[in-house]
């Protein structure tokens, strides 16, 4: 199994606050991503990272921000949850030479 | 738009009766296509990539062929724990993005 872990693993939050979900890897790899998955959609793109400091945005960023400082850790913000946000989350890791996605075990989020 | 699509959504099997999911695709510059196995709770497990038309990938009862227009995932004599949701992604163009189908779910009944 791919070094990746996510926390929390669940989480259940209000409308109006912020929640920040955490995604850690061990393999070193330069890119990780986060998804969302929700019925009836495949995995959408959230935002992405190529590198410490370098991210860019997905196909359904609106409501959420990224960060990451360090190679190993990449941060998902909800500024300001909604209950359209509320989903499961993963995270996944890839390299620059191989394309193939690995995904972490995932997050889910219930935004009342 | 639709750039990834499964079918079925849903296939019932008896343990033993062989078939195939089906992933076509409508995207240019095709990088590759990904399948991965996705059990309740947890994340998508990877399964096989293809690059190129032609190209046949096979992991123990499970074989992946592409076309230039959809991928195959064929499943041999099947057994109860093969049950479990089958994902097809692509990837196209120059970015790293995946576009992903919204799965077919597999039950194996013994």
């Known amino acids: 199994d791919a070094g990746i872990t996510q926390s929390p693993r669940h989480k259940v939050t209000e409308t109006g606050t912020p929640v920040t979900l955490r995604c850690h890897q061990t393999?070193?790899?330069?890119?990780m991503y986060w998804y969302r998955q929700d019925p009836g959609h495949g995995l959408r793109l959230i935002h992405y990272?190529?590198?410490?400091?370098?991210?860019d945005k997905g196909e359904v960023s609106d409501g959420y921000s990224v960060s990451r400082s360090k190679t190993e850790d990449f941060l998902l913000t909800l500024e300001s949850a909604t209950s359209s946000q509320t989903s499961v989350y993963f995270c996944?890791?890839?390299?620059?030479?191989?394309?193939?996605?690995?995904f972490g075990p995932g997050t889910r989020l219930t935004v009342l | 738009e639709d750039q990834v699509t499964q079918s079925p959504e849903a296939l019932r099997l008896q343990e033993g009766e062989s078939s195939s999911l089906n992933c076509s695709y409508t995207?240019?510059?095709?990088?590759?296509l990904f399948w991965y196995r996705q059990d309740p709770g947890k994340g998508p497990e990877f399964l096989f990539t293809?690059?190129?038309a032609g190209e046949e990938k096979e992991k123990e009862r499970l074989k992946a062929t592409l076309t230039k227009k959809e991928s195959f995932l064929h499943i041999t004599a099947p057994k109860p724990e093969d049950s479990a949701t089958y994902l097809c992604?692509?990837?196209?163009?120059?970015?790293?993005?995946?576009?992903f189908g919204t799965g077919t779910s597999l039950t194996v009944i013994p």
């Open positions: 996944a890791i890839s390299t620059p030479d191989r394309p193939t996605q690995y």
């Open positions: 393999e070193n790899h330069r890119y």
């Open positions: 990272s190529y590198g410490v400091k370098d991210t």
């Open positions: 995207v240019s510059g095709l990088r590759g």
């Open positions: 293809l690059y190129s």
């Open positions: 992604a692509v990837q196209a163009g120059t970015g790293n993005q995946f576009y």
